[in-house]
Nanobody, 119 residues
Framework: QVQLVESGGGLVQTGGSLRLSCVAS????????MGWYRQAPGKQRELVAN???????NYADSVKGRFTISRDNAKNAVYLQMNSLKPEDTAVYYC?????????????WGQGTQVTVSS
């Protein structure tokens, strides 16, 4: 089993920065995909960024150039540095881990952390 605990959310003004952290308990392999999703009120959950086992990263177009994802396998942690925040970044941010077992993806989610960007 994997449990994920996020931290670092909060209230920030437009143009400000926040750093989200997610620490996993349980076994996390370097082959697992780690990432961040977000869900704004009335909208579907969307991928913000993820980092694959190869080390390659994917970003939503809306955050490219502003957000940076990183991971520390020794600490079972993934981070999201968010700069130049905009009101449209306001959402609950969820940490995600995907473990592949015999070709089947298993998704694990954190409880979410609120990010609010004031205009």
């Amino acid at each position: 089993q994997v449990q994920l605990v996020e931290s670092g959310g909060g209230l920030v003004q437009t143009g400000g920065s926040l750093r989200l952290s997610c620490v996993a308990s349980g076994t996390i392999f370097s082959s697992d995909t780690m990432g961040w999703y977000r869900q704004a009120p009335g909208k579907q959950r969307e991928l913000v960024a993820n980092i694959l086992s190869s080390g390659s990263t994917n970003y939503a177009d809306s955050v490219k150039g502003r957000f940076t994802i990183s991971r520390d396998n020794a600490k079972n942690a993934v981070y999201l540095q968010m700069n130049s925040l905009k009101p449209e970044d306001t959402a609950v941010y969820y940490c995600n881990v995907v473990k592949w077992i015999r070709g089947i993806p298993y998704n694990y989610w954190g409880q979410g952390t609120q990010v609010t960007v004031s205009s």
